[in-house]
């Protein structure tokens, strides 16, 4: 039985010189001295021999397992080596070749001047109010004073969610949210988005107005103009003049629509103004005693101005984007030149 032991050692030898993987190495410990392994069938056989020879029998036994678990250790050592050496003539660092760039964010053009507007309206005394993207029909329409036959109100103009639940059409809601919460004197701007069903080159379905409201005793036409040029002026630059044409609003009287003289060719006439010399702004005008009416406010005691304009058209004419479609793509190559 010794010679047969020498012989298992043997072969193993053998085998563990031979074996090129850590998994090999694995198998060849299971086969030779795992619990089903030969060394361990002769451990079983321990009884059949006479008792005075099973402790010499016994340390052969250990003393072989110990051999091979000691080469397969050794084994494992020099394969694990190899791989290293391997890996570091195999997969070699070029350290000349240039790091993996971060892109660097930067604020959108429509933030950028959302900003600077409330900026500009904050040191006038304005104070931010916000309102709902998601409104009700009062506050879009019936408070304003736009009676349910209005074609603004069409299904085809403005999305509606559910009935009497709306996507806001325009900014001027929130005049009617601060007016139902608050005693004059009022003095706030209000910026956001809004949706509507139009999709052009001057045209998103969600774009964003800046709504300005004043209320308080003896506020007039005067004073809307004098806020709307300075406004102008300290967007734009000073050569930058404004004129009120006559217009209609239902939730203002008498009404006005804000130009301002092209900024591309200072009202000489271009492809920007279409050779009128003039750029459309947005909606002005005295709120209408009616709208005070609705909302509980003295409309005897008390007068106000309103006006609407859009974030997005200031940005296009301050940026010269041809485009406002532009503004929503979220083009990297269009984004990171502001
Ligand atoms: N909300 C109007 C629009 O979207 C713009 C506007 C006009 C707002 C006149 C006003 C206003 O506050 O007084 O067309």
């Known amino acids: 039985?010794?010679?047969?032991?020498?012989?298992?050692?043997?072969?193993?030898?053998?085998?563990?010189?031979?074996?090129?993987?850590?998994?090999?190495?694995?198998?060849?410990?299971?086969?030779?001295?795992?619990?089903?392994?030969?060394?361990?069938?002769?451990?079983?056989?321990?009884?059949?021999?006479?008792?005075?020879?099973?402790?010499?029998?016994?340390?052969?036994?250990?003393?072989?397992?110990?051999?091979?678990?000691?080469l397969l250790l050794n084994k494992e050592q020099r394969i694990?080596?190899?791989?290293?050496?391997?890996?570091?003539?195999?997969?070699?660092?070029?350290?000349?070749?240039?790091?993996?760039?971060?892109?660097?964010?930067?604020?959108?053009?429509?933030?950028?001047?959302?900003?600077?507007?409330?900026?500009?309206f904050i040191s006038m005394g304005f104070e931010v109010a916000e309102g709902p993207d998601i409104e009700d029909e009062f506050h879009n329409f019936d408070a304003l004073n736009?009676?349910?036959?209005?074609?603004?109100?069409?299904?085809?103009?403005?999305?509606?969610?559910?009935?009497?639940?709306?996507?806001?059409?325009?900014?001027?809601?929130?005049?009617?949210r601060v007016m139902q919460k608050h005693k004059p004197p009022i003095k706030i701007i209000s910026p956001g988005s809004c949706y509507r069903n139009e999709h052009d080159a001057s045209h998103s379905p969600m774009f964003h107005q800046v709504e300005a409201l004043v209320v308080d005793e003896g506020v007039t036409f005067t004073d809307l103009r004098d806020v709307l040029n300075i406004f102008i002026k300290k967007m734009f630059g000073e050569k930058i003049e404004s004129r009120f044409r006559p217009h209609f609003f239902p939730f203002t009287e008498p009404s006005a629509e804000i130009d301002i003289i092209c900024v591309k060719c200072y009202g000489k006439g271009c492809n920007l103004c279409k050779g009128s010399g003039w750029l459309e702004m947005g909606g002005a005008g005295m709120v209408d005693p009616?709208?005070?009416?609705?909302?509980?406010?003295?409309?005897?005691?008390?007068?106000?101005?309103?006006?609407?304009?859009?974030?997005?058209?200031?940005?296009?004419?301050?940026y010269k984007i041809p485009d406002m479609r532009m503004l929503f793509e979220n083009d990297i190559r269009f984004l990171k030149q502001f």
């Not at 090999?24 to 059949?48: A, C, D, H, P, W």
């Not at 009935?163 to 929130?174: A, E, F, G, I, P």
């Open 1 to 70: 039985m010794k010679e047969e032991i020498s012989k298992v050692l043997e072969t193993a030898k053998n085998e563990i010189e031979k074996a090129s993987s850590v998994h090999e190495l694995q198998q060849l410990k299971s086969r030779y001295i795992g619990k089903k392994s030969v060394l361990n069938s002769f451990m079983q056989k321990i009884s059949t021999i006479p008792k005075e020879e099973r402790p010499t029998f016994g340390n052969i036994l250990n003393e072989t397992k110990n051999q091979i678990s000691e």
């Open 80 to 120: 694990k080596e190899l791989e290293y050496e391997t890996t570091l003539k195999t997969e070699s660092l070029d350290l000349t070749m240039p790091g993996r760039k971060r892109e660097k964010g930067s604020l959108h053009p429509i933030t950028k001047v959302w900003w600077e507007i409330e900026d500009i």
């Open 146 to 176: 736009t009676p349910p036959d209005h074609p603004a109100r069409d299904l085809s103009d403005t999305f509606y969610i559910d009935n009497d639940v709306l996507l806001r059409t325009q900014t001027s809601t929130v005049q009617v």
């Open 290 to 318: 009616n709208v005070f009416d609705i909302l509980g406010i003295d409309s005897k005691k008390y007068t106000g101005y309103a006006f609407g304009l859009g974030i997005d058209r200031i940005a296009m004419l301050k």
